[in-house]
C-alpha cells in the first residue's frame, strides 16, 4: 500500500523566517496531495492542497509544490509568525481503495519564536 | 454548510468497559465517513471508512469496530477496551468520490484515556 514520509519530525525557525516540510511518498498513481494544519486539542483543518496536473499552487504566504518524478511535495510558508505554530500533516490519496482514502506523514511540528 | 459532530469530546474509561463514540454529519447526501485515530504526539491512522450504509472497509485489525446504520452516522465501538486504545479519535467525512480530489473534512475529535 501506499507510504507516506515527512520530514522533519519537528522544526523551530525564527518569526519572518520561512518554514519547508517534505513529504515523499510511494504510490506513483497517486493524484492528490492535502496539507493539513492541526492545533493543539483540535482535529486537522485543511490548510492547501494540490493535484497532480499542477506543479504549484500558492495561496498568501503558503505554497505547496509537486514533483511526480520523484514522488516528493512539498509546504512552504514564508514570513512565518507565531500563530503558525502548530503540526502539520501532509497526505496522499492512493489509487487503492477507489480514492476514498487519505493516508498521513507523521507530521510535523513547527514553532514559530518571536 | 456542512457540518460534522462527534461525541463525547472526552471520556475516561476503565480496561474491559465498553466504548461507543458517535459521529453525525450534516448537509450532505451519502458522504464517505471515516475513523482515525492519533496516539499521543503521533500522527494519524485510519481506522475505518465507509462509503455507504452498511459498508464498512477495516483498515487496522483491532479490537474496535464501526457500524453506520444511518447515511450521516458513524460509530466506532468496543466491547472491550485496552490501555493501548487510549488516543484522539477523529470522525471525518468527504463526498461520495470515486475519482481523486476529494477533500475530507475532521470533527473536533474525541480524547480516550482508558486507565
Known amino acids: 500500500g501506499e507510504n507516506v514520509e515527512q520530514h522533519p519530525s519537528t522544526l523551530s525557525v525564527q518569526e519572518g523566517d520561512s518554514a519547508v516540510i517534505k513529504c515523499t511518498y510511494s504510490?506513483?498513481?497517486?493524484?492528490?496531495f492535502p496539507w493539513y494544519k492541526q492545533e493543539l486539542g483540535k482535529g486537522p483543518q485543511l490548510i492547501i492542497d494540490?493535484?497532480?496536473?499542477?506543479g504549484e499552487k500558492k495561496d498568501q504566504r503558503i505554497a505547496v509544490t509537486l514533483n511526480k518524478t520523484a514522488k516528493h511535495f512539498s509546504l512552504h510558508i514564508t514570513e512565518t509568525q507565531p500563530e503558525d505554530s502548530a503540526v502539520y500533516f501532509c497526505?496522499?490519496?492512493?489509487?487503492?481503495?477507489?480514492?476514498?482514502?487519505?493516508?498521513f506523514g507523521a507530521g510535523t511540528r513547527l514553532a514559530v519564536h518571536p | 454548510s456542512q457540518t460534522i459532530h462527534q461525541w463525547p469530546a472526552t471520556l475516561v474509561q476503565p480496561v474491559g468497559s465498553p466504548l461507543s463514540l458517535e459521529c453525525t454529519v450534516e448537509g450532505t447526501s451519502n458522504p464517505n465517513l471515516y475513523w482515525y485515530r492519533q496516539a499521543a504526539g503521533r500522527g494519524l491512522q485510519l481506522l475505518f471508512y465507509?462509503?455507504?450504509?452498511?459498508?464498512i472497509s477495516s483498515e487496522v485489525p483491532q479490537n474496535l469496530s464501526a457500524s453506520r446504520p444511518q447515511d450521516r452516522q458513524f460509530i466506532l465501538s468496543s466491547k472491550k477496551l485496552l490501555l493501548s486504545d487510549s488516543g484522539f479519535y477523529l470522525c471525518?467525512?468527504?463526498?461520495?468520490?470515486?475519482?481523486?480530489?476529494?477533500?475530507?473534512?475532521f470533527g473536533e475529535g474525541s480524547w480516550l484515556t482508558v486507565v
Open positions: 465507509s462509503v455507504g450504509i452498511g459498508q
Open positions: 504510490d506513483s498513481a497517486s493524484n492528490y
Open positions: 494540490i493535484r497532480s496536473n499542477v
Open positions: 471525518a467525512w468527504s463526498v461520495p468520490s470515486g475519482t481523486t480530489g476529494n477533500t475530507i473534512y
Open positions: 497526505a496522499v490519496q492512493p489509487v487503492s481503495g477507489g480514492y476514498n482514502k487519505l493516508i
